[in-house]
């Protein structure tokens, strides 16, 4: 037992290296600094809360990024669920197309963001786009809806770019059902039980633990999401599709303002955090499914 | 060796980052005369030449000279005018101006600068003020509601939003009449990739309204050299890149506009270029001179455009907003 201490240790060392270096000093870095007011070329200075002070009392931006970054982690962590969970189910049925249908659905998540960003702003062009020449077709030959920066449209126009996309919820699911014993599934045949009855009360409920991770990882991913922002909108018209990623990087970049970047940096964190464990105890990851 | 632009010189001057260029300046006089003593004090803080320029903008915009012919107008000489003609020209079938919001909001806002730097003694003083902080001026209002009246009527569909390449490319396939913006898009215009052939002949320069034009100096390089030893490399590079020499290099191949009278076109690219030499013709005649916004303002107000055009345009704020909205953001710059 004493040599594999040593041998954890040994092969821990690296991991707990890198994350000192590379995490823990910039998160204690973010953290003292937020409450600086620090810019580029110039000592931090000590301003206690007011950087916090100012993001809850005065700052509309922050606030309406702050809503936008909800909204979406709310989307993304149920209806973005919702679409992998059912896509999983149909795929798992094995009927001839399954593995095509896997692999296309795959696709939107092996191109960079910044491609994706590029592909849906020739998409939605208002001039030349696919989408206002397949209206044109039908009919309105002078329609031309600027789909990212009318302020009807903006909000749904970036969230259709990462919503439905979902194979990696599909593929996290397909891997949990393929470890349900066959047993369970012969049992339930043997009593009479349909295909929808079996996934309704036999399979979701078996899941509750990898849709839990998946809720934390589709939610989270909502509190880094900044690559598609700035290639479409850059969170307009107004702050209509600004989030908090976007916002920090525009108070820092374009302010020069580190410390209070820094500030909504930290609450970033602390929002993530409380998501986090909320939904650990809601879907009571790591207990038991059976 | 820094590229000072973008608020990039700010954040180094600031942060005692840089070193002044006076010392390397003194001893060597001839260096000096060859960058000019205009381009120098464009970039001098109290006393100190902060970095060295090695190109002058000098932006009016271009037409397309069949559009216009159709049409029956002229490049116009008030910006009342220029409304007529933009009337005009969307009476004769054609897109009168390739406009774009995203990015920086490149060739909108030589517009908006343009309406704001010939309105008078106030907005050319506006205009040639480095680091505006109060946007909230009769001439910066009613720059604006003239161009949210070309967004809303004369420009392409996609211009909120845009960027510069759509803008370009709107032009270039003649699918708008006007764009505004330097010489070194002249070589697009013969680039068969980018315009259709022959386009360079069709297309005409003008000054704005009011006989306008931007003119400045660019930032230029600036010396981040932490050693004796390399700043005196960075001042070796920088002093190649912004004498004669680099000038003349920068006009022949990238049509620059060189800070110095002494560096002229070749004979070779007057002949390639014609447009060239009428856009340094035009920009001598011109009267009234002035910065463009991206030179004078902020980094953050310049990223704020492409958020507050729709804004405007989409009637959620008024022009009187947007200006008390550019205050407010100018005032953030740390």
């Keep these: ?290 | 060796m820094v590229m000072g632009k973008n608020g990039i010189n700010d954040i180094l001057i600031k942060g005692n980052l840089a070193t002044p260029f006076n010392d390397y300046l003194s001893q060597d006089p001839e260096w000096a005369k060859e960058i000019g003593d205009e381009a120098l004090a464009a970039n001098t803080r109290d006393g100190k030449v902060w970095s060295i320029s090695d190109q002058k903008q000098t932006v009016g915009y271009f037409y397309n000279k069949e559009m216009f012919d159709k049409a029956g107008i002229k490049p116009a000489q008030t910006w009342d005018e220029f409304m007529s003609n933009n009337e005009k020209l969307k009476a004769a079938g054609f897109v009168p101006l390739a406009l774009m919001t995203g990015e920086n909001a490149w060739t909108t806002n030589l517009i908006l600068a343009s309406i704001v730097g010939t309105s008078g003694d106030a907005g050319n003083k506006f205009m040639n003020t480095l680091h505006p902080s109060d946007f909230n001026t009769p001439e910066m209002i009613g720059a604006l509601n003239q161009v949210k009246t070309m967004l809303e009527k004369y420009t392409t569909k996609d211009a909120l939003g845009a960027g510069y390449a759509n803008a370009a490319n709107n032009f270039c396939q003649a699918k708008a009449a006007i764009i505004a913006n330097g010489p070194w898009m002249i070589g697009d215009f013969s680039d068969t990739t980018k315009c259709a052939a022959g386009f360079d002949q069709k297309v005409g320069i003008a000054a704005f309204p009011g006989n306008g034009m931007i003119s400045s100096y660019e930032v230029g390089y600036m010396n981040g050299g932490k050693t004796q030893e390399t700043r005196d490399a960075a001042e070796k590079f920088i002093r190649f890149k912004t004498g004669l020499e680099g000038q003349r290099i920068a006009l022949e191949f990238g049509n620059v506009v060189p800070v110095s009278d002494q560096v002229q076109p070749s004979e070779a690219l007057k002949q390639k270029y014609p447009l060239l030499v009428e856009s340094i013709e035009v920009g001598n005649q011109s009267q009234v001179h002035y910065g463009s916004l991206d030179s004078i303002v902020y980094p953050n107000v310049t990223d704020a455009w492409k958020l507050l055009y729709p804004e405007l345009v989409f009637g959620k704020s008024t022009a009187e907003e947007i200006a008390k909205k550019l205050t407010d953001i100018a005032a953030k710059n740390k």
Excluded at chain 1, 59 to 77: M, P
């Design chain 1, 1 to 290: 037992m004493t040599n594999y201490k040593g041998y954890i240790t040994l092969f821990l060392l690296p991991t707990i290296a890198l994350f000192m270096l590379v995490y823990a000093v910039s998160i204690v870095i973010l953290f003292g600094t937020s409450f600086t007011e620090w810019s580029t070329g110039l000592k931090p200075a000590f301003v206690g809360f007011r950087n916090f002070i100012d993001m809850f009392a005065k700052d509309t931006s922050f606030k309406e990024g702050f809503w936008n970054t909800a909204i979406w982690v709310l989307l993304q962590s149920t209806l973005h669920v919702l679409i992998g969970l059912v896509f999983a189910i149909i795929l798992n049925m094995k009927e001839f197309y399954w593995k095509f249908a896997r692999t296309v659905f795959m696709f939107p998540n092996i191109i960079s963001g910044a491609a994706v960003g590029m592909l849906f702003l020739c998409m939605l062009n208002p001039n030349f786009g696919a989408v206002n020449s397949i209206v044109r077709l039908f009919g309105d030959s002078e329609y031309a809806q600027n789909w990212f920066m009318d302020y009807a449209t903006a909000f749904l126009s970036v969230t259709m770019t990462w919503l439905p996309y979902a194979a990696v919820v599909t593929i996290l699911i397909l891997a949990e059902i393929a470890a349900i014993p066959d047993s369970l599934f012969e049992s339930a045949r043997i009593d009479g039980a349909s295909e929808l009855k079996i996934n309704l009360f036999i399979v979701i409920p078996m899941l509750r633990n990898i849709i839990g991770t998946c809720v934390i990882l589709a939610g989270t991913s909502m509190l880094q999401k900044m690559d598609i922002i700035m290639m479409t909108t850059g969170g307009g018209p107004g702050n209509t599709t600004l989030n908090l990623p976007m916002y920090i990087y525009k108070t820092a970049m374009m302010d020069n303002n580190f410390g209070y970047s820094n500030a909504v940096g930290v609450f970033l964190i602390g929002f993530g955090i409380v998501f986090v464990l909320l939904v650990r105890y809601l879907f009571r990851i790591g207990s038991s499914s059976t």
